[in-house]
């Protein structure tokens, strides 16, 4: 089941990744670290939070193919 733990952690790069951006769209002050400050106050850690922001950089199709690999 290692694979649900692939996508799971894809989509949470994909959501870590928006989040200053939602935070600056709402107009909350920012001071550099509010990347961090924001995922602490959602308990993930900032460097799991960038190895999953990695993970959803990868193209769609390259990631199908990297979880084809753990289903055989």
């Given at each position: 089941m290692p694979e649900y733990n692939l996508y799971a952690t894809r989509q949470m790069g994909a959501i870590s990744g928006k989040m200053e951006v939602a935070k600056n769209q709402y107009?909350?002050?920012t001071n550099g670290t509010a990347k961090k400050e924001t995922l602490a106050a959602a308990g993930i850690d900032i460097r799991r939070a960038n190895e999953a922001?990695?993970?959803a950089a990868v193209p769609e199709n390259?990631?199908?193919e990297v979880i084809a690999r753990?289903?055989?």
């Open positions: 107009a909350i002050p922001e990695k993970l390259r990631f199908t753990f289903k055989k």
